[in-house]
């Protein structure tokens, strides 16, 4: 399994130095800034020995990131109170997403976002995973280093089995285009589009299927549009 920590936006040189830190404390190196902050002396002095970590960060954008990762995981203090607002639910702790995560074969991608406001709605709905820390309610918002030190050292503890590969990003990509397809054809109402879709993406992520396992689900829905269609006419 490859496991890319991935900061969104991040406001401090000296945080990304510290999480540089942290990753390679419990022997993580992949690194990706997406458009972070000017790395000035401070960010490499708090990186110390993982230097190295901040020298070899990849810097994409947002959409590389899902286009290159199996599994991508939001973490977040912000969570659903409710079953009826999906977006920043079910969530994992990290010690269970260390157990989701155990015969994972592929690219997983935990975003972490801006020190001030976390990740945005749009970036959460993109993901397969919520992650949350349960902090005390005295004080609920961690910073965002110590999230990245608790994450990894959760991860660093995983066990390696017998995995097999998990459906490509562009083949779960499709899958969902064609979800959407399945929706227009049973007329399901725009107003539940959203929220449905947001649903589906958190249960199928949550399944870590498998290319053969993608496409049975799109001959079972090609058959049942070829019963509806048929019937239409």
Not at 171 to 187: P, S, T
Not at 215 to 220: A, M, Q, V
Request: hydrophobic share 40%; aromatic share 8%; charged share 25%.
């Amino acid at each position: 399994m490859r496991i890319r920590i991935v900061l969104v936006e991040p406001l401090y040189d000296g945080n990304i130095g510290f999480a540089a830190r942290a990753m390679k404390n419990f022997g993580f190196t992949e690194l990706v800034l997406i458009n972070p902050c000017e790395i000035r002396d401070e960010g490499v002095a708090r990186a110390s020995h993982a230097k190295d970590v901040l020298e070899n960060a990849s810097y994409l954008t947002l959409d590389e990131v899902f286009e290159t990762s199996n599994i991508t995981i939001a973490t977040t203090g912000s969570v659903s109170k409710s079953a009826c607002h999906p977006m920043r639910m079910p969530f994992y702790t990290p010690q269970e997403l260390r157990e989701f995560l155990g015969d994972v074969d592929g690219t997983v991608s935990i975003l972490f976002g801006r020190e001030n406001w976390g990740l945005n709605n749009e970036e959460v709905k993109r993901c397969d995973i919520i992650c949350t820390l349960p902090t005390s309610e005295i004080y609920p918002i961690a910073n965002l280093s110590h999230v990245v030190a608790i994450i990894c050292y959760e991860l660093s503890h995983l066990k390696p089995t017998v995995a097999i590969p998990l459906a490509t990003p562009k083949e779960m990509d499709q899958l969902y285009i064609h979800i959407a397809e399945f929706l227009d054809d049973v007329e399901h109402p725009d107003f539940k589009r959203e929220n449905t879709m947001i649903l589906i993406r958190r249960v199928l992520g949550r399944m870590k299927l498998t290319w053969r396992e993608v496409s049975t689900i799109h001959g079972l829905m090609r058959r049942a549009q070829d019963r509806i269609n048929f019937g239409k006419k």
